[in-house]
């Protein structure tokens, strides 16, 4: 079943509500000289779109009219009408996962991967826009975990003192799997009601982080499915440090997801936390957290820093009859990216958008995220139809498993790589 990534503030999703608009037919129906484009958003999205929407309607005279679906409503509608070929929009926000799926049905955007906008993206989204050998989306804006850290627990002069009594180093924010594990080890104090970290059993993102950041260069398995990684060396090592940490962490590991995880750390229970870069900003004033947050780029492994980017990319629907609308548009919103910062999500998707305001006071977590989206390690996740399947079907419920004492580890990614192997022949 797919998830309300947004809704649970995940990979690419967000908290904040935003009321549902009523859905009309739009450009795809209308004629090609109409002033006017329909694009069919995620509702978490939209308020991304809106200020690039607003200023292209005073630069052009085109009115943009947002169609807002709940995650699992839009997919839904695209998968229907792109598989009936009558389209009632011109454009639609994707995510990244959905652009296999998708990608006979959408316009190839070749012609604006430049080489100038693909210097100003992460290499992860240009190879991930890459559909089988044509552009089949522009990233809009773009997401990662990163690093999230109490600041009053390291600044701490007594933790400092005790943290290198054991230790031997400094108290710092941890850049690595070994300093994570001793931060993690150090603040966990049951007694008190706090944990150094904790452990999402219900999602696969995080882990498949960990397993970039051994080192491993095809996550889970590659494009053309061929070859499946699942079971070999780097998997069992990304499994091993995920599933150790759970010893610093409450309890419940094995169904806790998103939002659990951030509510766990707004309430002070955990001293870190690896999380959605967007969710900084959106840190409640009432938390008990609030004002003493610190944010650093993702952990690295024995392979170096690495997230999972959580993108989504504006498509135009081959069945529109507004091409050339929808394509302005789309090229539009790549040249304003950066008129996305300000809004509730905060997300842009070029790397100069992010430069611009990363040192502005309330943008603390854009250097940690480019730091992050920007490592070699950080690689895209496989450009397969069958990706939201696998996700459900077999790398959830292979976590949760493992989480459980005296699970078989090995045992577990072996099963699993035969599942995936049977969803994908």
Not at 155 to 181: C, E, R
Not at 232 to 257: I, V
Request: net charge neutral.
């Amino acid at each position: 079943m797919l998830r309300k990534k947004f809704a649970a503030a995940a990979a690419i999703g967000t908290a904040v509500a935003l009321t549902l608009a009523g859905c009309g037919v739009g450009g795809g129906g209308g004629s090609s000289s109409d002033k006017s484009i329909t694009v069919l958003v995620e509702a978490g999205g939209h308020a991304e779109l809106q200020p690039i929407a607003d200023l292209y309607k005073k630069d052009t005279g085109t009115t943009v009219t947002f169609v807002e679906l709940p995650y699992d409503g839009l997919y839904n509608r695209l998968n229907s009408e792109f598989t009936s070929g009558a389209v009632s929009f011109d454009v639609a926000a994707l995510d990244s996962i959905w652009l296999p799926a998708f990608k006979d049905a959408v316009t190839p955007l070749d012609k604006l991967f430049t080489s100038d906008v693909k210097n100003d993206l992460f290499p992860a989204l240009v190879k991930e826009a890459n559909v089988g050998g044509a552009y089949a989306g522009m990233p809009v804006w773009t997401n990662s975990e990163i690093l999230y850290y109490r600041k009053d627990l390291f600044d701490d002069a007594a933790n400092k003192s005790a943290f290198k009594a054991k230790y031997g180093y400094d108290l710092v924010p941890p850049t690595t799997w070994q300093q994570y594990q001793d931060a993690a080890e150090f603040f966990t104090q049951p007694a008190k009601g706090l944990y150094g970290t904790d452990v999402k059993g219900a999602v696969e993102t995080e882990y498949l982080a960990t397993l970039s950041q051994t080192g491993e260069k095809t996550m889970v398995l590659n494009d053309s499915g061929s070859e499946i990684t699942l079971g070999d060396e780097n998997s069992l090592k990304a499994l091993d440090f995920y599933t150790g940490l759970q010893k610093y962490a409450p309890a419940g590991s094995a169904q806790l997801d998103w939002a659990g995880a951030q509510n766990l750390f707004n309430q002070g229970k955990t001293a870190m936390m690896r999380f959605w870069a967007h969710a900084y900003r959106q840190i409640p004033k009432d938390a008990s957290v609030y004002g003493k947050v610190g944010v650093a780029p993702m952990i690295a492994g024995p392979g170096g820093i690495a997230g999972v980017p959580g993108a989504w990319y504006l498509s135009v629907a081959k069945a529109s009859k507004k091409q050339q609308q929808g394509l302005d548009f789309v090229k539009f919103a790549y040249e304003h990216n950066e008129l996305s910062a300000n809004t509730s999500l905060g997300l842009v998707a070029r790397k100069s958008a992010f430069e611009k305001y990363q040192d502005q006071p309330g943008f603390e977590n854009y250097k940690p995220l480019v730091e992050t989206l920007d490592a070699q390690a950080t690689i895209p996740r496989p450009a397969t139809p069958k990706w939201q399947q696998i996700v459900d079907t077999v790398l959830v419920p292979m976590i949760q498993k493992s989480l459980q004492p005296g699970a078989d580890k090995q045992a577990l990614l072996n099963a699993a790589k035969e599942q995936v192997q049977s969803l994908v022949k």
